[in-house]
């Protein structure tokens, strides 16, 4: 997805993460590297995805109406073509006590693989998940 997102990129995340915004700079610095896959859902959500060979990492990810699949289908995206590019595994870091990411990760058969202590700026431990798709 070519860097010109950039601001629909940042608005969205601003409502999604208001304590953590991500300017338009920096989404067009994201969205402008190789191996980056930015997905948009029109109702209000962003998924963006890094795919290197034959793993992905799930760079941000957030919706601003929850609880309406919106995340769910985000992913689903990014999923297929992950998988459509070949790769065998997907990881991703959640912050422990985020509770709602990690009810979405869970139904999407993501497992914990890690946990880093005091990882984010809040003190908050950072857990790494990974979802096999080969
Ligand atoms: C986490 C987030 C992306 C989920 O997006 P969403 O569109 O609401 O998720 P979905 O509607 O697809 O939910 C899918 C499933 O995840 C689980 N889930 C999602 N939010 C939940 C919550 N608040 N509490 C419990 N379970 C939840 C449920 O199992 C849900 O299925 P159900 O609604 O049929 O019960 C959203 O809450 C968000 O944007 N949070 C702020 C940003 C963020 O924390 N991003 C993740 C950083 S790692």
């Known amino acids: 997805m070519s860097p010109v997102f950039a601001p629909i990129f940042a608005a969205l995340h601003e409502k999604a993460f208001p304590a953590e915004p991500w300017d338009e700079a920096s989404f067009a610095t ?3 590297q190789p191996h980056m896959h930015g997905f948009l859902d029109e109702r209000g959500g962003f998924l963006l995805l890094r795919i290197v060979l034959d793993e992905a990492e799930i760079i941000t990810i957030g919706v601003t109406m929850p609880r309406q699949g919106i995340a769910t289908a985000l ?3 990014g999923i297929a073509t992950a998988r459509a590019a070949g790769v065998q595994k997907i990881h991703l870091e959640v912050a422990e006590d985020n ?6 990760y869970a139904a999407q058969n993501f497992i914990q693989t890690g946990r880093r202590k005091a990882y984010y700026a809040d003190g908050a431990a ?3 998940l990974a979802r096999d798709l080969g």
């Open 99 to 104: 509770a709602a990411a990690r009810a979405l």
């Open 126 to 128: 950072a857990l790494t």
């Open 75 to 77: 992913l689903a995206q």
């Open 30 to 32: 994201l969205l402008a």
